[in-house]
C-alpha cells in the first residue's frame, strides 16, 4: 500500500518516516527541494542511529530509506491507497490541496489531513466525495509520540474512520475518535495548562520558575508550562491558542494572554531564539523557584482544576468518549494522570469547589465549571 504525504517539514518527515517504518511505499511531496532535501538527510540520520543503538540492521535501515520518494511534484500522488497532507496551517492553501488530490487521486483513496485547528468538515468540501476525508492528527515528534486523533468530519463515511483507524492501529499508534470541534481532544483540554499558568504569572502570584516547580515536582507533571511553550515556541503555542479563543466564539475560557504575546511580537520565541520566557543564552541560570509547597499546591490545585473542567465539558459535548479524553492526554502530552481518572481521586464536589470559589472571587465566565461536573456533584 502506498502512502503520499504532502508537505515534508516536521510532521510531514516524521509521519513519512512512520509509515515507511512500518513497510509502505511513501512519497514525500513539497514545492520546496530545500525542504525535501532536508528532510531526506533528517530521515538518513534517524535511520543511522537507529542502526548504531541496535534497534534496526543495517539492510532493514537502508529498505525503509529506500522506500521514501521524495518529489516536487503532486502527480507522484497516482496510486496511493491513503494520502496525509501536513502542510502550512492556512485553510485556503489546504483545500487547493485536496482539490488537487481529488483530480489526481483514485476514488478509494482515503484523503487524510494532519490539521491541528483547522475544520475538517471545511478541508472535505473542496473535493467531490469528502466521504473520504478526514483528520488524522499526529503529535510531535511523530515517531516518538504514541497518540494519533482520527476525527471524521460530518460528512466522512463511516468505512473511511474504520479503514484510517486500522492503518494508524497497525502503526502501533494508539488512535482515539474526536469529534471535528476546535483543538479536537488535546489542544482543547490542555489550554489551561498554559494560559492559566500565565495568568497566575501575570498577577503576581508567582514567577515561571515556581509555577513550574509546582506542576512537575508537586503536580508529577513532565515539563512545567513555561519550560514547555519555550520549548514548543511561542509562536506556534500563541496561534493555537488565538485560534482556538477564536473558533469558539470567544470563549473566555480559552483566551490569551498578553505576556506570551507580547513575546511572540518581540521574537522572543522560546529556545530556537534563545529568549522566552527564560533566558537560553550562553552563560544565563535558571531562576530559582520559591519552593513554598502551600503556595505551590494553590497554583497546582487550580491549574488542575481548570484542567480537568476542560475534560468533563468535553466528555459532556461528546468530543470523545472517557476512554479517549484521558488516553489522549496522557499519550499524546505525557500527562501524569487521565484528567478524568484525576477528577475521580481528587472527588468531584473538590474540584467543584475550587471552580466555585474562582467564579465567586473573579466573577468571570472563564471559571464556569460544566454542567457535567455540577450534575456528578449534584447526583452522587
Ligand atoms: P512546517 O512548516 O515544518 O512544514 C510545512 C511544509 O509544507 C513546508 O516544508 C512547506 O514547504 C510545505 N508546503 C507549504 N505549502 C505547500 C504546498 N502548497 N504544497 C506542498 N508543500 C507545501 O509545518 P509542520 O510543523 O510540519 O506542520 C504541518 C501541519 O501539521 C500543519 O497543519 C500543522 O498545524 C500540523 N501539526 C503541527 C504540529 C507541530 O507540532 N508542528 C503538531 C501536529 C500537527
Request: proline share 4%; hydrophobic share 40%.
Given at each position: 500500500m502506498k502512502v503520499g504525504i504532502v508537505g515534508a517539514g516536521a510532521m510531514g518527515s516524521g509521519i513519512a518516516q512512520v509509515a515507511a517504518q512500518n513497510g509502505h511505499e511513501v512519497v514525500i511531496v513539497d514545492t520546496q527541494r530545500a525542504a525535501l532535501e532536508k528532510s531526506r538527510q533528517g530521515h538518513e540520520k534517524i535511520m543511522a542511529r537507529l542502526q548504531e543503538k541496535g534497534k534496526l540492521s543495517e539492510e532493514e535501515s537502508k529498505a525503509i530509506l529506500k522506500r521514501i520518494k521524495y518529489d516536487t511534484g503532486m502527480a507522484s500522488m497516482e496510486n496511493c491507497a491513503l494520502v496525509i497532507e501536513a502542510i502550512v496551517e492556512n485553510i485556503e492553501v489546504k483545500k487547493e490541496i485536496f482539490r488537487h488530490l481529488d483530480e489526481l487521486c483514485g476514488e478509494d483513496c482515503i484523503l487524510a489531513s494532519n490539521t491541528s485547528s483547522l475544520s475538517i468538515a471545511s478541508i472535505a468540501s473542496a473535493v467531490k466525495d469528502p466521504g473520504k476525508v478526514l483528520g488524522i492528527h499526529f503529535f510531535n515528534p511523530a515517531p516518538l509520540m504514541p497518540l494519533v486523533e482520527i476525527i471524521p468530519a460530518i460528512t466522512t463515511a463511516a468505512e473511511t474512520v474504520d479503514k484510517a483507524k486500522s492503518i494508524i492501529d497497525a502503526w502501533g499508534k494508539v488512535t482515539v475518535l474526536a469529534k471535528d470541534?476546535?483543538?479536537?481532544?488535546v489542544n482543547r483540554v490542555a489550554r489551561p495548562f498554559y494560559s492559566e499558568a500565565v495568568r497566575i504569572y501575570e498577577e503576581g502570584m508567582a514567577d515561571p520558575a515556581t509555577i513550574d516547580w509546582a506542576m512537575t515536582e508537586?503536580?508529577?507533571?513532565?515539563?512545567g508550562p513555561f519550560t514547555l511553550m519555550d520549548f514548543i515556541g511561542h509562536d506556534v503555542n500563541y496561534a493555537v491558542t488565538e485560534s482556538v479563543w477564536t473558533a469558539f466564539?470567544?470563549?473566555?475560557?480559552y483566551k490569551p494572554n498578553f505576556s506570551q504575546k507580547r513575546l511572540v511580537e518581540a521574537g522572543r520565541l522560546g529556545r530556537k531564539t534563545g529568549f522566552g520566557f527564560y533566558d537560553y543564552s550562553e552563560g544565563a541560570t535558571k531562576p530559582e523557584p520559591n519552593r513554598d509547597e502551600e503556595l505551590g499546591k494553590a497554583i497546582l490545585d487550580r491549574i488542575v482544576a481548570m484542567l480537568i473542567n476542560e475534560a468533563v465539558d468535553a466528555l459532556h459535548l461528546g468530543i470523545a468518549s472517557a476512554k479517549d479524553i484521558d488516553l489522549a492526554m496522557t499519550k499524546g502530552v505525557n500527562y501524569p494522570k487521565g484528567l478524568l481518572a484525576w477528577a475521580d481521586e481528587i472527588g468531584p464536589a473538590e474540584v467543584l469547589k475550587r471552580l466555585d470559589a474562582l467564579y465567586d472571587d473573579y466573577r468571570e465566565d472563564r471559571y464556569r465549571a460544566s454542567v457535567l461536573l455540577r450534575r456528578k456533584v449534584k447526583f452522587s
Amino acid at each position: 500500500m502506498k502512502v503520499g504525504i504532502v508537505g515534508a517539514g516536521a510532521m510531514g518527515s516524521g509521519i513519512a518516516q512512520v509509515a515507511a517504518q512500518n513497510g509502505h511505499e511513501v512519497v514525500i511531496v513539497d514545492t520546496q527541494r530545500a525542504a525535501l532535501e532536508k528532510s531526506r538527510q533528517g530521515h538518513e540520520k534517524i535511520m543511522a542511529r537507529l542502526q548504531e543503538k541496535g534497534k534496526l540492521s543495517e539492510e532493514e535501515s537502508k529498505a525503509i530509506l529506500k522506500r521514501i520518494k521524495y518529489d516536487t511534484g503532486m502527480a507522484s500522488m497516482e496510486n496511493c491507497a491513503l494520502v496525509i497532507e501536513a502542510i502550512v496551517e492556512n485553510i485556503e492553501v489546504k483545500k487547493e490541496i485536496f482539490r488537487h488530490l481529488d483530480e489526481l487521486c483514485g476514488e478509494d483513496c482515503i484523503l487524510a489531513s494532519n490539521t491541528s485547528s483547522l475544520s475538517i468538515a471545511s478541508i472535505a468540501s473542496a473535493v467531490k466525495d469528502p466521504g473520504k476525508v478526514l483528520g488524522i492528527h499526529f503529535f510531535n515528534p511523530a515517531p516518538l509520540m504514541p497518540l494519533v486523533e482520527i476525527i471524521p468530519a460530518i460528512t466522512t463515511a463511516a468505512e473511511t474512520v474504520d479503514k484510517a483507524k486500522s492503518i494508524i492501529d497497525a502503526w502501533g499508534k494508539v488512535t482515539v475518535l474526536a469529534k471535528d470541534t476546535p483543538g479536537f481532544i488535546v489542544n482543547r483540554v490542555a489550554r489551561p495548562f498554559y494560559s492559566e499558568a500565565v495568568r497566575i504569572y501575570e498577577e503576581g502570584m508567582a514567577d515561571p520558575a515556581t509555577i513550574d516547580w509546582a506542576m512537575t515536582e508537586l503536580g508529577g507533571f513532565r515539563m512545567g508550562p513555561f519550560t514547555l511553550m519555550d520549548f514548543i515556541g511561542h509562536d506556534v503555542n500563541y496561534a493555537v491558542t488565538e485560534s482556538v479563543w477564536t473558533a469558539f466564539f470567544y470563549d473566555p475560557r480559552y483566551k490569551p494572554n498578553f505576556s506570551q504575546k507580547r513575546l511572540v511580537e518581540a521574537g522572543r520565541l522560546g529556545r530556537k531564539t534563545g529568549f522566552g520566557f527564560y533566558d537560553y543564552s550562553e552563560g544565563a541560570t535558571k531562576p530559582e523557584p520559591n519552593r513554598d509547597e502551600e503556595l505551590g499546591k494553590a497554583i497546582l490545585d487550580r491549574i488542575v482544576a481548570m484542567l480537568i473542567n476542560e475534560a468533563v465539558d468535553a466528555l459532556h459535548l461528546g468530543i470523545a468518549s472517557a476512554k479517549d479524553i484521558d488516553l489522549a492526554m496522557t499519550k499524546g502530552v505525557n500527562y501524569p494522570k487521565g484528567l478524568l481518572a484525576w477528577a475521580d481521586e481528587i472527588g468531584p464536589a473538590e474540584v467543584l469547589k475550587r471552580l466555585d470559589a474562582l467564579y465567586d472571587d473573579y466573577r468571570e465566565d472563564r471559571y464556569r465549571a460544566s454542567v457535567l461536573l455540577r450534575r456528578k456533584v449534584k447526583f452522587s
